[in-house]
């Protein structure tokens, strides 16, 4: 099945700084790759998400890239805000085993 | 308004005593799945359906049982429970798979004693 690696696990930066993410999968037939942003006691919400067939996507300061040939892809967020403060999860998915894999997740903490 | 639902939201329970979560959506999606929370491990996948009558292992099955008789609901249920499954549970749904956006339920701490 498919493996994800999430680096780094915790992430601190001051705010208005960027922060990035990265996530490696094992699974080349993956070609799904969503991002997913968890604030504290909260439930997974989608932020962002990306397809095979795509390098790169934007959603105002938030961007994702993705490699295929490296296998990897990461999540750029500009401006950080305090509000941004959560924890984030990478994962990807193939169409011919229909789960989703996620990455352990970064928890980023934006200090004003 | 369309929203993924969890019952119960919290409960303590021992060794060996079946229990059930529910799960329902009112969204008529299609794809719905069960994932515990665990520190440090993420979301893992425990069970997926991807329609009626439809059910297959995740990543975590073992342990767990889920149903699917309607569109709406995906019960997840644990026959004898163990300590080891004290976890955060999430339903999720979709409109179509595992390749579109989750809507993810409130969750439900389980402790099993």
């Known amino acids: 099945g498919e493996n994800v690696e999430q680096h780094p696990s915790t992430l601190s930066v001051q705010e208005g700084d960027s922060a990035v993410i990265k996530c490696t999968y094992s699974d080349s037939a993956s070609n799904y790759f969503p991002w997913y942003k968890q604030e504290l006691g909260k439930r997974p919400q989608l932020i962002i998400d990306i397809r095979s067939n795509v390098g790169e996507k934007k959603d105002q300061r938030i961007a994702v890239t993705l490699n295929k040939t490296a296998k990897h892809f990461s999540l750029h967020i500009t401006e950080t805000q305090p509000e941004d403060s959560a924890v984030y999860f990478c994962a990807a998915s193939s169409s011919g085993y229909s789960t989703l894999t996620f990455g352990k997740g970064t928890m980023l903490l934006v200090s004003p | 308004e369309a929203q993924v639902t969890q019952n119960p939201r919290y409960l303590i329970t021992v060794t060996g005593k079946k229990l059930t979560v529910t799960c329902s959506q009112n969204m008529n999606h299609e794809y719905m799945s069960w994932y515990r929370q665990d520190p440090g491990l993420g979301l893992r996948q425990i069970y997926y359906s991807m329609n009626v009558e439809v059910t297959d292992k995740g990543d975590v099955p073992e342990g767990y049982k889920v149903s699917r008789k309607e569109k709406r609901n995906f019960p997840l249920i644990l026959e004898s429970p163990s300590p080891n499954q004290t976890s955060l549970y999430f339903c999720?749904?979709?409109?179509?798979?595992?390749?579109?956006?989750?809507?993810f339920g409130p969750g439900t701490r389980l402790t099993v004693l």
């Open positions: 999720a749904s979709s409109w179509w798979g595992e390749s579109d956006t989750q809507y």
